[in-house]
């Protein structure tokens, strides 16, 4: 089997980056197989074992024409809520008919529906026209599927699945000593995936981590990310790490007492299933999806957010701070979507 992974690759971590660096890494350790990653993102013209660079938009299709013409398997992952995501589809899908449709391309944003939805008649006729030429789609939940659908898209082309593809030990890397210094020296700790930006809700956050303030003295709040330094009113202890790789990042979730994930749009955020996976409590907003096991509040309510994460707190860990026995069901499905598409080209 041979793949091309098309997406944003780190650094820096997060996101569609975290998604298709994992992916590569799982491909990988398959024998015989052959995996490459074609980095559309923020460090694109960077050169780095595994992962090609693109210098132009010229030198990105003729990469993207090659491998399809090599019979690799080609797979985008895009947001589908803007303009360029989706001629960057089309680009992919009209390369792909030269390896007979081995070509899947994965819709990972929650603002997807609404861009398709809204879109004008143009612009829904490119969209159409571009997923009409892969092999397969996949989107992250129900919403997204049936926009998808009413774009004419067959039923039979389409799969809900989540960009998560479990969590192993071997998964995990070494806690830098200031951050374990931190989370050591706090009774309660509270993380979450932060970035600059009002969608994420770190705000939300920091407020609602505020009102907990006088019930838990020593609560610690750890932001992941690039997020903003401020403490915007915070008196309890605040750590803001900023970009690391994902697996000290799962090496620091597994420490938390509670992960929480208060953004104010998701397709299907593989951080909140990494933190279900390691058994760690999550309270998350109310988007359009959410999976089993998720204590949710309403999105914009740091008040509820502050008596939703107390909740969370009370009740504990559902399980020990190990990884959860439970493998992720999308590692083996995406396999399945793979084969399928290999088999009828």
Not at 28 to 47: F, H, K
Not at 181 to 193: C, E, I, N, P, W
Not at 213 to 239: K, N
Request: charged content about 20%.
């Amino acid at each position: 089997m041979k793949v091309l992974l098309i997406g944003d690759y780190p650094p820096p971590y997060g996101g569609v980056a975290v998604q298709v660096s994992a992916l590569r890494r799982r491909l990988s350790e398959i024998p015989g197989s052959t995996c490459q990653v074609l980095d559309i993102g923020a460090s694109r013209r960077q050169r780095r074992p595994g992962c090609l660079a693109v210098r132009n938009p010229a030198d990105f299709v003729g990469k993207i024409a090659t491998h399809a013409l090599r019979g690799y398997t080609i797979h985008l992952h895009t947001n589908g809520h803007n303009l360029k995501s989706w001629q960057i589809t089309f680009l992919c899908g009209m390369a792909g008919m030269a390896n007979g449709r081995r070509t899947l391309v994965s819709i990972g944003s929650g603002l997807a529906p609404d861009f398709m939805e809204q879109a004008g008649g143009v612009s829904r006729t490119m969209m159409r026209v571009a997923l009409g030429l892969f092999g397969a789609v996949v989107c992250r939940n129900e919403r997204a599927q049936r926009a998808i659908l009413r774009l004419g898209i067959p039923a039979d082309r389409i799969s809900i699945l989540e960009g998560f593809y479990g969590v192993r030990a071997e998964d995990l890397g070494p806690v830098p000593p200031a951050i374990e210094r931190f989370l050591q020296d706090h009774s309660t700790v509270v993380g979450a995936m932060a970035s600059v930006g009002p969608e994420y809700g770190i705000p939300l956050l920091t407020q609602a981590a505020s009102n907990l303030h006088s019930r838990y003295p020593l609560l610690g709040l750890v932001l992941i990310g690039p997020a903003m330094s401020e403490r915007d009113g915070f008196q309890g202890g605040l750590l803001v790490t900023g970009s690391l790789p994902n697996p000290v990042v799962l090496s620091i979730m597994q420490k938390l007492d509670v992960f929480v994930r208060p953004t104010d749009f998701d397709g299907d955020a593989s951080s909140v299933r990494e933190a279900l996976a390691l058994g760690v409590p999550v309270v998350a907003s109310d988007t359009d999806f959410r999976p089993n096991g998720v204590i949710l509040f309403r999105r914009g309510d740091s008040i509820q957010l502050a008596r939703k994460i107390a909740l969370a707190l009370k009740q504990g860990r559902s399980t020990s701070p190990r990884l959860h026995p439970t493998p992720s069901k999308s590692w083996e499905r995406l396999l399945a979507i793979y084969g399928r598409l290999n088999t009828h080209a």
